[in-house]
T-cell receptor, first 113, second 114 residues
Framework: DQQVKQNSPSLSVQEGRISILNCDYTNSMFDYFLWYKKYPAEGPTFLISISSIKDKNEDGRFTVFLNKSAKHLSLHIVPSQPGDSAVYFCAASAFNNNNDMRFGAGTRLTVKP | DAGVIQSPRHEVTEMGQEVTLRCKPISGHNSLFWYRQTMMRGLELLIYFNNNVPIDDSGMPEDRFSAKMPNASFSTLKIQPSEPRDSAVYFC????????????FGPGTRLTVT
């Protein structure tokens, strides 16, 4: 069962514009959410996270928004840069079992110069 | 620190053969995770260890898969016998303390079973 879903397998944006990557989850017990970034031939690396007590977390060009009622989160990258081109994974975990992290299938972002 | 080390980086084997994937976590990390990445299901957690003890192996697909962590600096994931549907990228990750959200991933092992 896919408890974390990323319904867009790919996204292409122009350099300088905003990239918006979306993620939906089904398990209401999830209370911590993360985004990982993955370059080819490398493992995923942690990018940004958000706790369920917040609805927004910002780190430089990256902002994650959480809508608990809709069980939806999104990652905004502004402005997008060619170096942001990678696969982005959304992940979620529950407080009582946060070693068990569930990942989405990933969205491949391409930022065109 | 060298980060999480996995070997081999690529493995091609024939159906029915035994495959062993290896992982060296970051020194000092006491949680270790094995994931499998496929196009359809993304990253799936197979098993994780805390302080070398397997905590949850419910993600292991079937009895053909087994994992061990004989000490804090080494873990193996074994598939015996391997099948073509096992073809995927297998990642190992480690984290600094139990119940740590941030996991550090290795580069992965791309397994192809023909």
């Amino acid at each position: 069962d896919q408890q974390v879903k990323q319904n867009s397998p790919s996204l292409s944006v122009q350099e300088g514009r905003i990239s918006i990557l979306n993620c939906d989850y089904t398990n209401s017990m999830f209370d911590y959410f993360l985004w990982y970034k993955k370059y080819p031939a490398e493992g995923p690396t942690f990018l940004i996270s958000i706790s369920s007590i917040k609805d927004k977390n910002e780190d430089g060009r990256f902002t994650v928004f959480l809508n608990k009622s809709a069980k939806h989160l999104s990652l905004h990258i502004v402005p997008s840069q060619p170096g942001d081109s990678a696969v982005y994974f959304c992940a979620a975990s529950a407080f009582n079992n946060n070693n068990d992290m569930r990942f989405g299938a990933g969205t491949r972002l391409t930022v065109k110069p | 620190d060298a980060g999480v080390i996995q070997s081999p980086r690529h493995e091609v084997t024939e159906m029915g053969q035994e495959v062993t994937l290896r992982c060296k976590p970051i020194s000092g990390h006491n949680s270790l995770f094995w994931y499998r990445q496929t196009m359809m299901r993304g990253l799936e957690l197979l098993i994780y260890f805390n302080n070398n003890v397997p905590i949850d192996d419910s993600g292991m697909p079937e009895d053909r898969f087994s994992a061990k962590m004989p000490n804090a600096s080494f873990s193996t994931l074994k598939i015996q016998p391997s099948e073509p549907r096992d073809s995927a990228v297998y990642f190992c990750a480690s984290s600094a303390k139990q119940n740590s959200y941030e996991q550090y991933f290795g580069p992965g092992t791309r397994l192809t079973v023909t």
